[in-house]
């Protein structure tokens, strides 16, 4: 059985990643797949690429996108409170998740479930730094050193170095989904991750 | 029991209008609905609304997406050949729909159908006029009338008309279905366009 992981490349500050974020972990665990998630900055993504924000401009697409985030979250399930101040810059929280992978796998994906929940459900202003500390210190993390972390070197490295990588291997948007080297964009591809997953490719 | 027509907004170069015009109405008339086919033209849509094609001068994104019209088209079991000239403009067929519309609507559907897989399963350059009308013989239209159709002012005032009530409803790109008042784009939005329909909204 091939059970090498799943890249899940998103921005914290992206609706449709949200909505990846709650479903990706269990379609992945029916076929025994593990998933590494990789928040990055979609603002240098979008850049590098000459990308982006889907609606940038467009009022008419802006108007239906956020009507679509709201019609998507209720078919999927998923709570989902349209933030008020939105996109937000996410490096804080990023950094934050990176800086927690390292030291408790488990916990980090617990901070992301909250990060990703605070703003679209609680509508906290998670580029925040206070919120993200108090977000991490809910979920039992020693808020001193997390306050380190967020401004140390070593993790603006390593967020700097996902978007390389994730620039490098093709990301343009999130969610980005990377299965055994085939991609899968946008939330509404996870009836074709389903699918890839059950039948090994199709 | 609701009956209002579904509308169903697409450009006979899209390979996503293509993929919902081949599941639209089966899905419409499981639920007793009629949809009504509207051809426009992506490029006055986008050139009113600052919108661009998808992919637009990004690489990656391009190259995403022109593997995920293959896959989405497999998912969907739907015949697919990348056409070897794509985007093209699609006023003669668009104009040829609406004609034939106004003689005869189960003829124009059926001609729809040809022209999106003269292109994207046969690989016909659909632009050309000489093919609209082949493809529009082959179904027993008469070549001549047609002929004088493509050039008339009523058909290109109708076509010019179509993309201006796209505009007016909201139309960015395509497909764009509109089922009572509620907008859905995409190939990818069929799920929750059954959805809705068995649910009468959600």
Redesign the interface.
């Known amino acids: 059985m091939n059970n090498n992981p799943i890249d899940f490349w998103f921005d914290f500050s992206s609706p449709y990643g949200y909505l990846m974020s709650e479903k990706i972990d269990a379609v992945a665990a029916k076929y025994g797949r593990k998933v590494r998630w990789h928040p990055v900055l979609l603002g240098i993504i979008f850049q590098a690429?000459?990308?982006r924000p889907p609606a940038d401009?467009?009022?008419?697409?802006g108007?239906?996108m956020l009507?679509?985030f709201h019609?998507?979250a209720?078919?999927m399930n998923i709570p989902y409170n349209p933030p008020s101040r939105f996109p937000l810059p996410t490096q804080n929280a990023a950094r934050a998740y990176y800086w927690l992978h390292g030291q408790d796998c488990a916990l980090a994906r617990q901070f992301a479930h909250a990060v990703y929940r605070a703003f679209f459900v609680a509508d906290r202003d998670i580029s925040s730094p206070e919120v993200v500390l108090e977000i991490a210190v809910q979920i039992g993390v020693d808020r001193s050193s997390l306050e380190t972390a967020l401004q140390s070197p070593e993790m603006k490295a390593r967020l700097k170095d996902e978007c390389a990588q994730a620039?490098a291997i093709?990301?343009?948007?999130s969610p980005h989904v990377v299965i055994d080297g085939e991609?899968f964009?946008?939330a509404?591809?996870l009836?074709?991750i389903e699918?890839w997953l059950a039948s090994g490719g199709?």
């Open positions: 690429t000459g990308s401009g467009i009022s008419s697409k108007k239906y009507a679509d019609r998507s209720r078919f620039l093709g990301v343009f948007g991609a964009f946008g509404d591809r009836p074709q699918h199709f």
